[in-house]
């Protein structure tokens, strides 16, 4: 490994503990609220935290916000994160409708994901036609991906940014779905399997598939 590739590495690594920490101590504190916690509130904690982690390593010419992207006459679902440049359609503090030629990427951010997310839930009698390995392949994750691809232009990539990943599977089984359901991810933690947490007193890897350190390098390069 070179220098370089060592210290965007140790980087990636540094940056998903700050990263778990800080969604976890917010979320803790929100536990607090006498109405408990709200999906909705939690998935903006790990949106905004999302964010500002993106901005870090973005040039400063480049916008990053929710949204939807405008492509021949349609609009695309909803997405999390949107990087764009230049002057959008409609703007808001925090919203923003883009042209997909001004789109340089989109996020899904996800604060958990598990086995059910990934490769689908056990299917059913009548799914038994599009069934992989006894399940429904066509996730939220999966559907939303195919939706907003269709948004996309060219190599603009859809990356799925989760903070943590939980499947008994084997890890080639899961990066190797999370291939099919997104163009580039970044798994902050992934929860290792009880029955392997013999040399893993923690409980979980950070910076799986070095995917962290791999999205910053992205960042940092992008035109």
Same mark, same amino acid.
């Given at each position: 490994?070179?220098?370089?590739?060592?210290?965007?590495?140790?980087?990636?690594?540094?940056?998903?503990?700050?990263?778990?920490?800080?969604?976890?101590?917010?979320?803790?504190?929100?536990?607090?609220?006498?109405?408990?916690? *709200?999906?909705?509130?939690?998935?903006?904690?790990?949106?905004?935290?999302?964010?500002?982690?993106?901005?870090?390593?973005?040039?400063?010419?480049?916008?990053?916000?929710?949204?939807?992207? =405008?492509?021949?006459?349609?609009? *695309?679902?909803?997405? %999390?994160?949107?990087?764009?440049?230049?002057?959008?359609?409609?703007? =808001?503090?925090?919203?923003?409708?883009?042209?997909?030629?001004?789109?340089?990427?989109?996020?899904?951010?996800?604060?958990?994901?598990?086995?059910? %997310?990934?490769?689908?839930?056990?299917?059913?009698?009548?799914?038994?036609? !599009?069934?992989?390995?006894?399940?429904?392949?066509?996730?939220?994750?999966?559907?939303?991906? %195919?939706?907003?691809?269709?948004?996309?232009?060219?190599?603009?990539? =859809?990356?799925?940014?989760?903070?943590?990943?939980?499947?008994? *599977?084997?890890?080639?089984?899961?990066?190797?779905?999370?291939?099919?359901?997104?163009?580039?991810?970044?798994?902050?933690?992934?929860?290792?399997?009880?029955?392997?947490?013999?040399?893993?007193?923690?409980?979980?890897?950070?910076?799986?598939?070095?995917?962290?350190?791999?999205? !910053?390098?992205?960042?940092?390069?992008?035109?």
């Amino acid at each position: 490994m070179s220098k370089l590739n060592e210290f965007f590495s140790n980087l990636g690594m540094a940056k998903c503990r700050e990263l778990y920490e800080k969604y976890n101590t917010l979320l803790n504190f929100y536990g607090l609220s006498e109405e408990g916690r *709200s999906k909705s509130v939690s998935g903006r904690i790990a949106e905004a935290i999302a964010k500002d982690f993106i901005r870090e390593f973005l040039e400063a010419k480049f916008k990053v916000k929710s949204g939807l992207i =405008y492509d021949k006459g349609k609009l *695309s679902p909803q997405i %999390d994160v949107i990087i764009y440049e230049g002057i959008p359609l409609l703007e =808001y503090t925090d919203i923003a409708i883009v042209e997909n030629k001004n789109v340089k990427g989109v996020f899904e951010i996800k604060g958990w994901i598990a086995e059910n %997310d990934i490769f689908g839930r056990i299917a059913t009698a009548g799914e038994s036609t !599009i069934a992989v390995k006894g399940r429904n392949p066509q996730t939220g994750l999966f559907e939303h991906y %195919d939706k907003v691809k269709k948004f996309l232009s060219g190599e603009t990539p =859809y990356v799925l940014f989760t903070f943590s990943l939980s499947s008994a *599977s084997p890890d080639v089984d899961v990066i190797g779905r999370l291939k099919q359901i997104s163009d580039m991810y970044a798994i902050i933690s992934r929860v290792v399997p009880r029955n392997q947490r013999k040399n893993i007193p923690e409980g979980r890897i950070y910076n799986f598939d070095d995917s962290l350190s791999k999205l !910053i390098k992205w960042l940092r390069n992008l035109k």
